[in-house]
């Protein structure tokens, strides 16, 4: 599950649906005082040493709400956000002994992509900047460079 998921996005949204053995040794620092990817890091660290089983039967009911972190929108949520997805993608490419995102996979990752892409270069600070991997920022920039030329396209058509 890590190596074919975890490692490119959060295949568990909903922790509510899950039953697992409680572990205490599994919660670290960054997963407690994590606000946006606590639970994908938690999962990656479970898998590490569990076992996990699937069932795509209707057991649970998930609601959104305007106070989920999901809703939130503002840059610093923003950019906390990214920081937590790099670090949960970067653990589970850990784990998985996966090095740098490669062409064949990038694909998987087009959800981050078009996140950094629609992020104002205003909001990504040296600081943040510095934590995205070489790779994700050239795929950002191929991503974008797409978009572009397919706009063009359909203006010129």
């Keep these: 599950e890590v190596c074919n998921y975890l490692c490119y996005r959060n295949t568990i949204p909903n922790a ?87 062409i064949k996979e990038s694909y998987k990752y087009k959800y981050l992509f078009k996140f950094i892409s629609e992020l104002e270069i205003s909001m990504l600070n040296t600081t943040i900047l510095r934590t995205v991997p070489i790779d994700i920022l050239l795929y950002t920039l191929l991503y974008k460079l797409s978009k572009f030329r397919y706009k063009v396209i359909n203006k010129l058509s």
């Design 16 to 102: 509510s649906a899950v039953v697992f053995k409680k572990r205490d040794d599994l919660f670290n620092d960054d997963i407690i005082n994590s606000r946006f990817t606590g639970d994908w890091q938690f999962w990656v660290n479970y898998l590490k040493v569990g076992k996990i089983g699937f069932t795509s039967e209707e057991l649970s009911y998930h609601r959104f709400h305007e106070n989920a972190t999901r809703a939130k929108k503002d840059t610093d949520s923003k950019l906390l956000r990214l920081s937590e997805r790099l670090k949960a993608i970067k653990d589970g490419r850990a784990f998985c002994g996966k090095g740098m995102i490669t």
